[in-house]
């Protein structure tokens, strides 16, 4: 149950805290939450380090409960238990932090203000707002969150986000309620994935500015080895949002541009390729008809597919989801082995 104040007006608030081999950090981490949270979930990914026992035998803290799966699952598998967990409590938002220490959970209150004001649905850190921290970051981990970044924008569809994998961040239950838990992404494509189940669910997301903290740590995340894998999962997340978002839930002026401007541009393409290619074998020179009725198609598709972009960059979610959502159903037990 959650320990929130008996007649408090105030939205609960649950912290998830997944953990693989954080018994180093996680206990200044715990110490340095503050009362405006109610319950703390500290989920223990199969660690090898034992980091849940840790918690359990040294952390006095009564808000912290430990759960410990059998198997790992990945950092998006520990924060969906814990986001089931929290819900199952009745926490009204729930925030996600990380057990190593980077994130500075003195932020919690800034970090959930836009949820508590009814600004946002989703909010998420953002390092890169600091010039001074973003110095600090290692320049691998520069170049590699530029790249996500600017590759997590098309299938998001949250244009003006960035930071992609910072996991700080937190969710209103009634929206997070409407996702489907089961389908996202449990490794470390889970914070780019919630972005497009959010999306698709007509959420509205908002960043607050946090320092970039790094000191004995080390990130499991490996840009070079997960940058092939995140494409194909970004080109597919991307078919599917504009798909849901200009066909099956909505079909404007931009989903004719889309259309005609890809079925335009393709065409001059493909048209143009076939008669030089057979300009090419005859040796017989292509006509300014020819030319013109392969070129004119190109230039017409690529203008109505600049239109869509432009469109779509600027079609911001508005208003927040939550308000107008009823409460969360009650939550199923996690499908996963735990020991509470």
């Known amino acids: 149950m959650l320990r929130k104040p008996l007649n408090d007006p105030a939205p609960a608030v649950a912290v998830v805290v997944p953990c693989y081999r954080e018994v180093e950090h996680v206990l200044d981490v715990l110490a340095g939450i503050g009362p405006e949270v109610a319950n703390i979930i500290v989920v223990d990914d199969a660690c090898p380090d034992g980091t849940g026992a840790h918690v359990r035998d040294t952390c006095a803290d009564p808000r912290v409960e430990v759960i410990t799966h059998e198997t790992n699952t990945g950092v998006g598998g520990a924060t969906i238990t814990g986001y089931r967990r929290a819900m199952g409590m009745g926490a009204d938002i729930i925030v996600k932090l990380d057990g190593d220490g980077q994130m500075d959970p003195a932020l919690i209150a800034t970090l959930i203000a836009p949820i508590r004001e009814g600004n946002a649905d989703y909010v998420k850190g953002n390092r890169f707002y600091d010039l001074d921290g973003v110095s600090q970051m290692p320049r691998e981990r520069i170049v590699g969150n530029l790249v996500l970044s600017f590759a997590t924008k098309m299938p998001s569809g949250y244009w003006d986000m960035f930071d992609p994998t910072n996991g700080f961040t937190a969710v209103h239950a009634r929206v997070l309620g409407r996702l489907p838990l089961d389908k996202i992404s449990t490794g470390f494509f889970f914070e780019s994935d919630m972005l497009f189940r959010l999306n698709v669910a007509r959420a509205v997301v908002a960043e607050v500015p946090m320092a970039a903290r790094y000191s004995t740590e080390t990130s499991k995340l490996r840009i070079r080895r997960v940058l092939l894998q995140f494409a194909g999962r970004h080109l597919a ?104």
């Open 237 to 340: 997340n991307t078919a599917k949002r504009i798909f849901y978002g200009y066909f099956l839930c909505d079909f404007n002026i931009a989903s004719i541009e889309l259309l005609v401007g890809t079925l335009l541009f393709w065409f001059g393409v493909i048209f143009g390729a076939v008669r030089w290619y057979q300009s090419m074998v005859s040796g017989v020179p292509a006509t300014a008809g020819t030319v013109i009725l392969a070129a004119l198609p190109i230039l017409l598709g690529w203008q109505m597919l600049l239109a869509f972009f432009k469109f779509d960059t600027r079609n911001v979610l508005t208003p927040p989801l939550h308000p107008r959502l009823p409460p969360p159903p009650e939550m199923p037990a996690a499908k996963t082995d735990v020991e509470t």
